[in-house]
T-cell receptor
Framework: AQSVTQLGSHVSVSEGALVLLRCNYS??????LFWYVQYPNQGLQLLLK??????LVKGINGFEAEFKKSETSFHLTKPSAHMSDAAEYFC????????????FGTGTLLAVQP | DGGITQSPKYLFRKEGQNVTLSCEQN?????MYWYRQDPGQGLRLIYY???????QKGDIAEGYSVSREKKESFPLTVTSAQKNPTAFYLC???????????FGQGTRLTVV
């Protein structure tokens, strides 16, 4: 079975500081991994995705993530936080298997302090 | 514009009533999903469908029902058997294996 674990349900950073949101996955087959962002009372928007083409993935709004198979991790980073980055972030995993389910982590709420 | 439309955005239900949440997509996606979101619990899968006239239970299907009579539509019924239905419900769709999901704007259901 596949799963994702997001360490830290709440993360607070200062504006201009590095953002690091952690995601570890469990999968018995090569995974496809995703990061989504959610603003209050809205749906989820895709930030970036890993589909085995490259281990360092660049996404929208200056975010990037690195796939590390040896650590089963896919952490999300941004060099300099902006106030508009305050939102909830979800990591998700799926496989190429027949069930085709997309499994989400419990989310990390990012606060950006001025 | 292509996308996923969920309606209504807010829904109030009396205890003991069934209520149906609408989800329509014009992205020509085969797979569609329903998730429930509660604070601190992330997104939990209720039901999913990979093709018309076929659907499977997710992790928390009890008290819910779905249908998939058309490719574009995947309505979710919250029945009176669902003991704690107050939540934010999200519908999503995907083209196929390994692809990202596209989400609707959600429906917030409140039991009064």
């Amino acid at each position: 079975a596949q799963s994702v674990t997001q360490l830290g349900s709440h993360v607070s950073v200062s504006e201009g500081a590095l953002v690091l949101l952690r995601c570890n996955y469990s999968s018995s087959v090569p995974p496809y991994l995703f990061w989504y962002v959610q603003y209050p009372n809205q749906g989820l928007q895709l930030l970036l995705k890993y589909t085995s083409a490259a281990t360092l993935v660049k996404g929208i709004n200056g975010f990037e993530a690195e796939f590390k198979k040896s650590e089963t991790s896919f952490h999300l980073t941004k060099p300099s936080a902006h106030m508009s980055d305050a939102a909830e972030y979800f990591c998700a995993v799926t496989s190429g298997g027949a069930t085709n389910k997309l499994i989400f982590g419990t989310g990390t709420l990012l606060a950006v302090q001025p | 514009d292509g996308g996923i439309t969920q309606s209504p955005k807010y829904l109030f239900r009396k205890e003991g009533q069934n209520v149906t949440l609408s989800c329509e997509q014009n992205l020509n996606h085969d797979a569609m999903y329903w998730y429930r979101q509660d604070p601190g619990q992330g997104l939990r899968l209720i039901y999913y469908s990979q093709i018309v006239n076929d659907f499977q239970k997710g992790d928390i299907a009890e008290g819910y029902s779905v249908s998939r009579e058309k490719k574009e539509s995947f309505p979710l019924t919250v029945t009176s058997a669902q003991k704690n239905p107050t939540a934010f419900y999200l519908c999503a769709s995907r083209t196929g294996v390994g692809t990202e999901a596209f989400f609707g704007q959600g429906t917030r259901l409140t039991v009064v």
